[in-house]
């Protein structure tokens, strides 16, 4: 079984006084825009890693609510933060790393199985799988 999902941007000038604005196929992104003083710059607008980094998360946090359901435990809830690197390397800019931060509740859960779940989803949801990057992890059990 294959599910194919897109997402698309449009882009007018050059790299750095150009414009540009990335959508998804569900429409949940509609023409947001992004630009080099958004990914290099802090200005305002999207960019290419926080795309990135919350694909990650989303994929990482329900990655780990599979392996929690495995192990027979059920999230009240969790909060993931993916930090994306992006490094200037010889031949330009790679993302280099990413950091994910999770912070989860689940009653009546036991660390040992919660550190467990935590690091069989970071390595096994499929964008984790994508990366040519140092993936890191700190999860932490609440309540």
Not at 38 to 56: D, Q, T, V, Y
Not at 59 to 81: D, I, P, R
Request: hydrophobic share 40%; net charge neutral; proline share 3%.
């Amino acid at each position: 079984m294959t599910i194919k999902k897109s997402g698309s941007a449009i882009w007018s000038g050059g790299i750095k006084d150009g414009i540009g604005s990335v959508s998804t196929e569900s429409g949940v992104l509609d023409k947001a825009p992004y630009g080099f003083n958004a990914r290099f710059e802090g200005g305002k607008g999207s960019n290419p890693e926080e795309l990135i980094a919350a694909a990650h998360a989303s994929c990482f946090t329900m990655a780990v609510s599979g392996t929690l359901g495995e192990a027979g435990m059920t999230a009240k809830q969790m909060n993931t933060t993916a930090t994306v690197s992006l490094d200037k390397v010889e031949g330009g800019f790679a993302i280099t790393a990413v950091h994910l931060n999770l912070v989860a509740q689940i009653p009546g859960a036991n660390e040992e199985a919660f550190q467990a779940a935590a690091l069989k989803a970071k390595q096994n949801c499929p964008v984790s799988k994508l990366f040519n990057a140092t993936i890191t992890l700190d999860a932490r059990l609440e309540g």
